[in-house]
């Protein structure tokens, strides 16, 4: 099977578009509506092509306990000793802000959809006739929640932090058993921030041949060089966490891109994605004209009938025009026929 081009909401993905730039709000919101909204605004106004929400409770998530296997460890570099609960708590959005949140995006041409994390949240994005579910990494294992997505028959952006080979299998065939193949599996490293070393790109190429869908990048580092490079990979989606400020605080907000790390991300990735061209070694069309300056024997001083070829009066030089340049040691020596004018490009018949 062929890889298809997918469209999600108002946009096409896939290997032959620009890659499709989702701005993740998480809780950055920091329970502001108004700040909510903010978020939005400033993801349409740096090109990105989706806002994406994460629709759960707390209770939906977890239970409020403080027994260790509900706690994060102390050394947590962002949530250390946090319970889920809590954490969670802060992190959630509103249900109620969907609604406006979804169209303020589409009245700034966006696509927005979210994160479902049970099947109430999935009846609830598919009334609000979302255009597309994202799977987060530690949800791949909830084979009913992906079922219950893939059989709305919108696109399913899969993410794959800390899962299997036979994991990611499971989630894609679900789907596919569902009737849907409108997938992009996302590669990601569920760490948060994310250390570069552990982006393992490398992985895309192996992600598409395996799987035969779509690869994305759900990334976690700091900055954008991991999601140009994964371009270069054949990375047809990047999702990033997005705040408006990094200073003002928030659950994510260390890992996340400030107004103009966004813009810059949703520029470079299209110009990583129009530098991939062909795979094939030659002349670019952009080219032709190149050629004419290219190093050829010229006479470079003014010579009589019967001067020798000498270096002093013929060299290599810009333009085109004149004799290959590796035919000097053939011709150095020999006598011109005629006078020749210095400039005048190298020939069979000068000699």
């Not at 569902?178 to 790109?201: F, H, K, M, R």
């Not at 994605?273 to 003014?302: C, H, M, N, Y």
Request: glycine share 8%.
């Amino acid at each position: 099977m062929t890889r298809p081009t997918l469209t999600i909401g108002k946009h096409q993905v896939g290997l032959d578009q620009r890659p499709y730039v989702i701005a993740e709000m998480s809780g950055n919101h920091n329970g502001d509506l108004g700040r909510a909204k903010a978020i939005v605004e400033m993801a349409a106004e740096a090109g990105a092509h989706a806002i994406k929400l994460q629709t759960y409770t707390a209770d939906t998530l977890t239970i409020n306990s403080d027994k260790p296997a509900f706690k994060l460890a102390d050394d947590h570099p962002l949530w250390g000793g946090r319970t889920l609960y809590d954490l969670y708590t802060e992190g959630s959005t509103p249900w109620e802000w969907h609604e406006p949140l979804f169209s303020l995006a589409d009245e700034l041409g966006m696509d927005a959809f979210s994160s479902p994390f049970d099947p109430t949240a999935v009846k609830f994005l598919t009334d609000l006739g979302v255009p597309a579910f994202k799977i987060a990494s530690s949800e791949i294992v909830d084979i009913p929640l992906v079922r219950a997505c893939a059989e709305q028959g919108k696109p399913m952006i899969i993410s794959t932090g800390m899962a299997s080979v036979g994991e990611v299998h499971a989630a894609v065939e679900a789907s596919r058993a569902a009737g849907n193949d409108d997938i992009v599996v996302l590669s990601c490293t569920a760490e948060y921030p994310a250390d570069p070393a552990s982006s393992n790109l490398r992985g895309i190429p192996v992600f598409a041949d395996t799987f035969d869908t779509l690869v994305g990048l759900s990334d976690h580092t700091m900055g954008i060089g991991a999601p140009i490079a994964a371009v270069a990979f054949g990375a047809v989606l990047i999702e990033k966490h997005v705040t408006l400020s990094r200073a003002d605080g928030g659950v994510d907000s260390e890992f996340s891109l400030e107004p103009h790390e966004l813009k810059a991300l949703v520029d470079e990735t299209e110009v990583a994605w129009q530098a991939l061209g062909r795979p094939r070694i030659g002349r670019k069309d952009s080219e032709q004209t190149g050629p004419r300056f290219r190093r050829s024997l010229f006479v470079t001083a003014d010579v009589k009938a019967g001067d020798p070829v000498t270096a002093d009066n013929v060299r290599s030089i810009r333009p085109a025009g004149g004799l290959p340049t590796e035919l000097f040691d053939t011709v150095e020596g020999r006598p011109f026929r005629s006078d020749v004018e210095r400039g005048t490009p190298l020939s069979w018949d000068l000699i």
